[in-house]
């Protein structure tokens, strides 16, 4: 088969952690092409993918950029769909992903595949904040309703976010771990830069198999005793459990969050929620995805490939 003859992927945040990994796998698979939409040309990411192979377009990620949106998903086979984090009060994460799928449709996609999660609005009966979630969620019931072939993957937790958002401290000989979790509470993890792209491959290799159904994507079921237990076995060092599961805990760790008090909502109801009703509804099959992938990397396993130790890691944009 030519370049010219394989099937083309146009990918929305190509330069996010998901981005990157749907990116780079369908690249390196060489049965796609890929078109990486990017509000940043000149990234390390961007051009990191262009050496790949990818073609890069400049897309402004924010409404009112349909025109953009469709010129850039022309020609496109399918299309990997995801909407920037977006911290509360900007209130835009929904109105782009709709015009993302509506800019899809006019461009005459064949399938898409967009980022989702559950939606803890309605499932909490309006008692749990957590707009990231229920935002797109609300994306994924409005592409159920347009005239296009789709399939939905939902992440669990990022491992990434313990290093980048959540970084521990030092105290004397000791790593204190801020967690967003109950101590023993198991919730299901996972590496978005490793785990997503081989799931997206296998959806678009075989469109009609997974048109209309959410597949999630797990690496690890694991709580945060647990986490810490096998970070010391891994790295040698000492380290423990500090909450940041309630307000209190997360402000005395992290203070410059208080500067926005809807943002501490947030974070504080996504993980009320996943504790109360769990961080996947019940008819999902959280086995899936490592069946997919038996080199999805479980927690230990992720420890040992990226060599942690405690220290703050960027993921780019």
């Known amino acids: 088969m030519s370049t010219k003859e394989k099937p083309l992927i146009a990918i929305v945040g190509a330069t996010s952690k998901q981005g990157r990994s749907v990116a780079a796998t369908l690249l390196r698979s060489e049965r796609f092409r890929v078109r990486a939409l990017t509000r940043k040309k000149d990234s390390t990411e961007a051009l990191s993918l262009e050496k790949l192979g990818a073609e890069i377009v400049t897309v402004p990620l924010e409404p009112g950029s349909q025109k953009d949106l469709i010129a850039a998903f022309k020609g496109a086979d399918g299309a990997f769909l995801m909407t920037p984090p977006i911290a509360p009060p900007q209130t835009t994460e929904a109105p782009l992903g709709r015009e993302m799928a509506d800019a899809t449709v006019e461009a005459g996609v064949g399938h898409i595949v967009f980022s989702t999660l559950e939606n803890v609005d309605k499932i909490s009966a309006g008692t749990k904040y957590a707009p990231h979630f229920t935002d797109k969620a609300c994306v994924a019931d409005y592409i159920r309703g347009l005239p296009i072939s789709h399939s939905f993957i939902m992440p669990a937790f990022f491992y990434t976010n313990l290093l980048e958002y959540y970084v521990p401290r030092l105290e004397g000989d000791t790593l204190l771990l801020p967690v967003y979790l109950p101590e023993d509470f198991r919730a299901p993890f996972?590496?978005?830069?490793?785990?997503?792209?081989?799931?997206?491959?296998?959806?678009?290799?075989?469109?009609?198999?997974?048109?209309?159904?959410?597949?999630?994507?797990?690496?690890?079921?694991?709580?945060?005793?647990?986490?810490?237990?096998?970070?010391?076995?891994?790295?040698?060092?000492?380290?423990?459990?500090?909450?940041?599961?309630?307000?209190?805990?997360?402000?005395?760790?992290?203070?410059?969050?208080?500067?926005?008090?809807?943002?501490?909502?947030?974070?504080?109801?996504?993980?009320?929620?996943?504790?109360?009703?769990g961080y996947f509804g019940k008819e999902h099959d959280l086995e899936w995805s490592r069946r997919l992938n038996p080199d999805t990397l479980n927690w230990e396993q992720y420890l040992r490939t990226t060599g942690w130790r405690g220290h703050r890691r960027s993921f780019g944009l």
């Open 190 to 277: 996972v590496d978005p830069l490793t785990a997503t792209g081989p799931v997206v491959l296998e959806i678009f290799s075989n469109p009609g198999r997974y048109n209309g159904k959410t597949l999630p994507i797990v690496g690890d079921i694991i709580s945060p005793r647990e986490m810490i237990e096998t970070f010391q076995r891994v790295t040698g060092l000492k380290a423990e459990y500090r909450n940041a599961f309630t307000r209190n805990g997360l402000l005395q760790y992290f203070p410059e969050f208080a500067a926005n008090e809807l943002l501490v909502r947030e974070l504080l109801g996504m993980v009320e929620y996943a504790v109360e009703y």
